[in-house]
């Protein structure tokens, strides 16, 4: 039974607006179908889904946060618009940069910088799954990786072919072109979150990697002090195109579920996010003098590195392993 079944996806859909294939799923962590309510939310795209509220509920045995109902896998499309253009690919050289900063940091060598923006002695094999345009791919490919993208979105897909002559495949996992232990490091920048069932994804990823291969994973943090801040508003929310929203405690949970070794789990920082989550704020009438100033650059850097250096960044970084 659902508890405290939310008011969602409210079906006051405005007429011109085709119709939506809506679907109840159990936990896509533990299978639970016990939830409570965590808030609702509007899609921040306007003005296309106006009127559409979406409800994000807790799973009452794992605590997993998930957007509940949602839209089917057949439907999800209707909300990802021509021109979307998803942080996660805006923002990849910023926190590709982000990443090689903290690679710095963890590993200490600046021969390692050179080798690579991985951890890893030497170039490999690389899957990024939700490779978008393929920037990422594009990087690694330079530095002597033999990579391969995977994009739901046929137009990503034909990009990274045609402009920076990768391969890349169309699709999710488990994919048939992709065989069992035949990838050194698997990347998903800000794509597990849009997935609607992550476990099993996750659980494919793990049997493409090598033993000893690594996953790297970055999503939004639902557990930081800019959602905290900015609630409904928030930027990292994203419904209902974000059907997971993972806390540090959750992403380790799934992650282990799956049958990966957490190596390590870290903050990443995003002044833009700030930005957003205070304009979004101040379209929905939200907020006060501070959301205001949060619009400020220098104060959103500020206000990054301050949430940053108290471990509560709106973005978490997960470092996971295939054990040996
Ligand atoms: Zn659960």
């Given at each position: 039974?659902?508890?405290?079944?939310?008011?969602?996806g409210?079906?006051?859909t405005?007429?011109?607006f085709p119709?939506i294939e809506w679907?109840?799923?159990?936990?896509?962590?533990?299978?639970?179908?016990?939830?409570?309510?965590?808030?609702?939310?509007p899609d921040p795209l306007p003005?296309e889904n106006q009127?559409l509220?979406f409800?994000?509920?807790?799973?009452?045995?794992?605590?997993?946060?998930?957007t509940?109902?949602r839209p089917s896998p057949n439907s999800i499309s209707r909300f990802y618009p021509a021109?979307y253009?998803p942080?996660?690919?805006?923002?990849?050289?910023?926190?590709?940069?982000?990443?090689?900063?903290?690679?710095?940091?963890?590993?200490?060598?600046?021969?390692?910088?050179?080798?690579?923006?991985?951890?890893?002695?030497?170039?490999?094999?690389?899957?990024?799954?939700?490779?978008?345009?393929?920037?990422?791919?594009?990087?690694?490919?330079?530095?002597?990786?033999?990579?391969?993208?995977?994009?739901a979105?046929?137009?990503?897909?034909?990009?990274?072919?045609?402009?920076?002559?990768?391969?890349?495949?169309?699709?999710?996992?488990?994919?048939?072109?992709?065989?069992?232990?035949?990838?050194?490091?698997?990347?998903?920048?800000?794509?597990?979150?849009h997935?609607h069932?992550?476990?099993?994804?996750?659980?494919?990823?793990?049997?493409?990697?090598?033993?000893?291969?690594?996953?790297?994973?970055?999503?939004?943090?639902?557990?930081?002090?800019?959602?905290?801040?900015?609630?409904?508003?928030?930027?990292?929310l994203d419904l209902p195109r974000h059907l997971?929203?993972?806390?540090?405690?959750?992403?380790?949970?799934?992650?282990?579920?799956?049958?990966?070794?957490?190596?390590?789990?870290?903050?990443?920082?995003?002044?833009?996010?700030?930005?957003?989550?205070?304009?979004?704020?101040?379209?929905?009438?939200?907020?006060?003098?501070?959301?205001?100033?949060?619009?400020?650059?220098?104060?959103?850097?500020?206000?990054?590195?301050?949430?940053?250096?108290?471990?509560?960044?709106?973005?978490?970084?997960?470092?996971?392993?295939?054990?040996?």
């Amino acid at each position: 039974m659902i508890t405290n079944r939310p008011v969602v996806g409210r079906l006051d859909t405005p007429p011109h607006f085709p119709a939506i294939e809506w679907e109840e799923a159990a936990c896509p962590q533990c299978g639970s179908n016990s939830t409570e309510l965590f808030l609702e939310a509007p899609d921040p795209l306007p003005p296309e889904n106006q009127g559409l509220i979406f409800a994000v509920v807790r799973c009452c045995e794992c605590h997993l946060i998930y957007t509940n109902p949602r839209p089917s896998p057949n439907s999800i499309s209707r909300f990802y618009p021509a021109d979307y253009r998803p942080h996660r690919r805006a923002s990849k050289m910023r926190q590709t940069r982000s990443v090689h900063n903290l690679y710095s940091r963890l590993f200490g060598r600046p021969c390692q910088e050179r080798r690579g923006l991985l951890p890893w002695p030497k170039p490999g094999r690389l899957l990024d799954f939700g490779c978008g345009g393929g920037s990422f791919l594009k990087t690694m490919a330079e530095q002597g990786w033999q990579v391969t993208g995977l994009d739901a979105a046929v137009g990503a897909v034909e990009h990274v072919r045609d402009q920076h002559g990768l391969t890349a495949l169309v699709g999710t996992l488990p994919h048939p072109d992709l065989q069992p232990c035949s990838f050194d490091v698997i990347t998903m920048w800000h794509s597990l979150e849009h997935v609607h069932q992550p476990l099993t994804i996750l659980r494919e990823a793990y049997q493409l990697l090598i033993p000893g291969g690594q996953l790297i994973v970055a999503t939004p943090n639902i557990a930081s002090w800019p959602f905290r801040f900015f609630r409904t508003s928030w930027f990292g929310l994203d419904l209902p195109r974000h059907l997971t929203h993972f806390t540090p405690t959750t992403l380790r949970m799934i992650l282990e579920n799956a049958g990966f070794r957490l190596k390590s789990l870290r903050p990443l920082r995003h002044s833009d996010w700030l930005r957003s989550s205070a304009r979004l704020a101040q379209r929905h009438h939200h907020g006060g003098l501070l959301t205001q100033t949060l619009r400020w650059k220098p104060l959103a850097k500020l206000a990054a590195w301050l949430c940053y250096l108290a471990g509560q960044s709106d973005c978490i970084l997960a470092i996971a392993e295939r054990p040996a």
